[in-house]
């Protein structure tokens, strides 16, 4: 589904990440991993379009799409979190939904001020929508508050439920359990299995927390200082020396 | 921190001092073709140290005073909201109080002087700028100084028309306004990349750039001259005026049989004016409630978040700013049918700062502060006319208040209660 073949970018001097290549197939939780300042996040920036990338191919359900502008991107159906919530803070949180499927609703000016019925009928899917996600995730009851005010565990499950309501092929997470307590890391453990085991998407993952990322992950890429060290299933990276060395010996 | 203080207050009496002294305490008199220089009386001198004595005790104990304000100002808010009603029951109650408040609007201009009903229209047609600039600003985030180009598009537009081409009112009022929209969407490519300060800067250009070709575009608009003879709306093919100035006209006060009157014809551009803003008030508040109003907010808060969602931040921010220009060219109409005469000087960069001073007191975002703050500002200056040498002084006094005080505005935007069902 998503093939990126040979990735680099460079920051004036700093090659941030050299010829990293990694693929995820339909229904595949594939992680990305690495000490901080690794490329982790560039590597997210380059495949969401938010950066340029200097070089390498990316493609996403045939599609070349490196050097496309982000908003068509994600269009194609591949949304992203932020490593740092990114939230519509002073919209409620089913505004923040709503504004996430803009693209599935009658956005013709004309009839929404005559409120016809074909555009109240799209909005009223998309509310319906954003109630099922919103009770997925549990936040339904704080349907009108202010996504700002939440807590930070529902402002990270408020981003995830954002980013499914567009109805994506694949979705991006960036180390999504930073700053979660071990209960809400439990439910979004569970929470990323069910997204792939319910609704057949692929999950390509940034995370930190070594537990999360070998009880979820169908196979891990690890990238040391920009450049690929080791690909492969969670017990043969548990086993490769290298990682070892690089990364877990001193996690 | 109490050295801190007295520094800091010290170091605000002095400039107090040096900024006051030289404009008030010296005096430049001409004797003859030689300009001396003279000290004040004794009492403004004594005056200028007295306020810099204020200023110095005020910033000394200013963590108190502020404190005990926002005290009393929390304590004021949250009786209010002690009890939060039902989110239902509190938009039916809101949407009768504005009615009520536009059908008393339709009615009071019978009972008043004319000279009142004349400065309502000028309230509304602020009312209908800051509406529309709130879209730009205060919906989709973006710092626009240059607003009042598209007023003057609109004014100038309906201006032009009429004495060209001889078009009336009702023609050119959707005119200018889609000519002011197109303005919008041409200014608004080359700020796409831009934001905060520089988007400032260049849409502060734009104004001006508006405004200069307008004075120096002598052979068609006039200079600074301006136009002239612009014709007053009519209803239905009547005119207001004393005799039809038009063939195939008929006039106001003979076809209903009553004695002229000056009157009418103010009502008539009030009750239009009127119209149009509430219009306006409905067209936008739909617009907020609507998948573009809600790009506009997604953009403003996070750019980078709405993007990754598939919005495109061209399409955004163009439609904010042409749907602004838009209502601007409406007020821009309306505005010079009621002077019947324009000129670049009613479209400086003061007005931009005006009508931006509205919407920024009123609360972004929110239309019923927009309104309130609109007729705070026009309103104001002209009951306290002894006083208007300082109008632009009170009005940087209360800028900078209720940017420390309530720094949301009059009324800030309360956000839409939606009801969601739950689905299995
Ligand atoms: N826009 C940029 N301009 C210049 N350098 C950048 C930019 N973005 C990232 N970098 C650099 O690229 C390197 C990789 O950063 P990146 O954020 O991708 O790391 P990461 O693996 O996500 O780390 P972490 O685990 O801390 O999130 C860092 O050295 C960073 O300073
Ligand atoms: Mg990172």
Redesign the pocket.
């Known amino acids: 589904m998503l093939d990126v073949k040979n990735l680099s970018m460079r ?2 001097g ?1 090659l ?2 050299d010829q990293v290549s990694l693929d995820v197939k339909e229904r595949e939780i594939v992680s990305v991993i ?10 997210f ?1 380059c495949i969401s379009g938010f ?1 340029k990338p200097t070089g390498g191919t990316i493609s996403f359900q045939g599609e070349e799409v490196q050097g496309k502008p982000d908003y068509q991107i994600s269009r194609l159906g591949m949304v992203r979190t932020f ?1 740092h919530v990114r939230l519509f803070n002073q919209m409620t949180v089913v505004e923040n939904l709503l504004v996430a499927q803009h693209r599935h609703l009658n956005t013709n000016l004309i009839a929404g001020l005559l409120k016809t019925p074909g555009y109240r009928d799209r909005e009223q899917k998309a509310l319906d929508r954003a109630a099922y996600w919103l009770d997925r995730v549990g936040l339904l009851e704080l349907a009108n508050r202010e996504a700002g005010n939440l807590a930070y565990g529902q402002q990270r499950r408020l981003e995830i439920a954002r980013c499914m309501v567009t109805e994506p092929n694949l979705l991006m997470l ?2 999504p359990a930073a700053g979660l307590n071990p209960a809400e890391t439990k439910d979004l453990n569970q929470l990323i299995v069910s997204l792939k085991e319910d609704y057949c998407v692929s999950v390509l993952l ?1 995370e ?1 927390d070594m537990s999360l990322v070998m009880d979820i992950s169908d196979r891990i890429n690890v ?1 040391n200082q ?1 450049r690929p060290l080791a690909s492969g299933t969670p017990d043969e990276i548990r086993q490769n020396d290298d990682v070892i060395k690089a990364y877990l010996g001193e996690a | 921190m109490p050295a801190q203080n007295f520094k800091h207050a010290l170091f605000c009496a002095v400039i107090t001092l040096i900024i006051a002294y030289p404009i008030l305490g010296l005096n430049l008199e001409a004797q003859g073709i030689n300009v001396t220089l003279t000290g004040a009386d004794t009492f403004t001198i004594v005056s200028v140290f007295l306020a810099a004595v204020v200023v110095f005790l005020f910033q000394l104990f200013r963590d108190n005073i502020m404190g005990s304000l926002q005290g009393a100002l929390s304590g004021l808010s949250s009786g209010s909201q002690k009890e939060p009603m039902a989110e239902n029951k509190r938009a039916k109650i809101e949407s009768w109080v504005l009615t009520g408040i536009v059908v008393l609007a339709l009615f009071w201009p019978f009972f008043v002087s004319r000279g009142a009903v004349d400065l309502a229209t000028l309230v509304l047609i602020y009312v209908m700028l800051a509406l529309g600039l709130n879209v730009v600003v205060g919906l989709a985030g973006l710092l626009d100084l240059g607003y009042v180009a598209f007023y003057a598009v609109g004014a100038y537009t309906f201006a032009l028309l009429s004495q060209y081409t001889g078009i009336s009112f009702w023609v050119s009022l959707p005119l200018g306004a889609l000519l002011a929209a197109l303005f919008g969407l041409v200014l608004g490519f080359p700020v796409l990349r831009l934001r905060g300060d520089y988007l400032a800067i260049v849409t502060l250009g734009f104004g001006e750039i508006i405004r200069i070709l307008l004075n120096n575009w002598t052979s068609l608009t006039g200079g600074p001259n301006g136009i002239g003879g612009i014709p007053d709306p009519t209803l239905f093919g009547m005119e207001f005026g004393r005799r039809v100035k038009e063939e195939g006209n008929t006039s106001f006060h003979e076809t209903f049989g009553i004695a002229y009157s000056g009157e009418h014809k103010v009502i008539f551009l009030y009750l239009i004016a009127l119209v149009l803003a509430v219009f306006t008030a409905l067209v936008i508040r739909r617009f907020m409630r609507m998948p573009v109003g809600r790009a506009w907010e997604a953009l403003r808060e996070d750019e980078i978040a709405a993007r990754s969602l598939g919005l495109s931040r061209t399409a955004v921010k163009l439609s904010a700013f042409t749907i602004g220009a838009f209502f601007a060219g409406f007020a821009g109409t309306v505005f010079a049918s009621k002077q019947g005469f324009i000129s670049p000087e009613s479209f400086v960069f003061l007005e931009s700062a005006i009508i931006l001073a509205i919407v920024v007191l009123g609360g972004m975002g929110s239309q019923i502060g927009v309104v309130l703050a609109a007729i705070a500002v026009t309103i104001l200056p002209e009951l306290a006319r002894e006083f208007s040498e300082y109008r632009m002084l009170v009005f940087g006094a209360a800028m900078v208040l209720m940017m420390v005080w309530r720094p949301q505005g009059l009324m800030p935007m309360r956000r839409i209660h939606i009801e969601l069902n739950k689905q299995d």
């Open positions: 920051f004036g700093l941030a990440v690495g000490p901080n300042g690794a490329g982790k996040t560039t590597v920036n950066y490593q960036d180390e940034i930190h990238i920009g």
